[in-house]
């Protein structure tokens, strides 16, 4: 059964800074990974998606990179902004699954 | 990119009632429709998974006769919540996989029952 983890549950910043998320899942047979960000009292917003057979993706200043061999995902947020302030997830879509499992998420808050 | 949509985006119904609550892809076709729910300040629980044409399949825990899963068309999957009560006050959100298996969520309905 596939097990997603997301560490640090929570994260403070001050404006400006770069700044990882980190996701990790215990079963490599993947067909791909997703993130995602909440903000309170609304749906998921799909940011990246990497497919099994890729190694990263880009998106403005978000940069995604997945080590399926290791079971690690990375979300990179370049020159962090308060409005970057919200609940990061990862989900991951296992090849013998017909649903993602999800982390529990990253809530980020970016100080002015 | 994809958009999906969910109406109500907020309701509130007496106990015993019942609430329909739909989900709509609005520029693809989806052949899987996820349904969740989350409490305030929790993690998404997956409640159900509807494909296009068959029966939802249902998590462990949920009850399929109060919670109605139709996935008639390729676009529309409905959730409907039978005879309510305040225990199932909670935030409603769908999500629609396109043929990338790329997942995309609705906006969320907010469900209080009185």
């Known amino acids: 059964k596939q097990e997603v983890t997301q560490i640090p549950a929570a994260l403070s910043v001050p404006e400006g800074e770069n700044l990882v998320l980190n996701c990790s899942f215990t079963?490599?047979?993947?067909?791909?990974l997703q993130w995602f960000r909440q903000d309170p009292g609304k749906g998921l917003t799909s940011l990246l998606l990497?497919?099994?057979?890729?190694r990263e993706q880009t998106s403005g200043r978000l940069n995604a990179s997945l080590d399926k061999s290791s079971g690690r995902s990375t979300l990179y947020i370049a020159a962090s902004q308060p409005g970057d302030s919200a609940t990061y997830l990862c989900?991951?879509?296992?090849?013998?699954?017909?649903?993602?499992?999800f982390g529990d998420g990253t809530t980020l808050t970016v100080k002015p | 990119g994809a958009v999906v949509s969910q109406h109500p985006s907020w309701v509130i119904c007496k106990s015993g009632t019942s609430v329909k609550i739909e989900c709509r892809s609005l520029d693809f076709q989806a052949t899987t429709m996820f349904w969740y729910r989350q409490f305030p300040k929790q993690s998404l629980m997956l409640m159900a998974t509807?494909?296009?044409?068959?029966?939802?399949?249902?998590e462990q825990g949920v009850e399929k006769d109060k919670f109605l899963i139709n996935h008639a068309s390729l676009t529309l999957s409905t959730l409907t919540v039978t005879s309510a009560h305040p225990e199932d006050s909670s935030f409603y959100i769908c999500s629609a996989r396109d043929l990338f298996h790329e997942q995309y969520f609705g906006p969320g309905t907010r469900l209080t029952v009185t």
């Open positions: 079963d490599s047979a993947i067909y791909n």
């Open positions: 509807s494909n296009e044409g068959s029966k939802a399949t249902y």
């Open positions: 989900a991951v879509l296992s090849t013998n699954a017909g649903k993602s499992t």
């Open positions: 990497i497919q099994s057979s890729q």
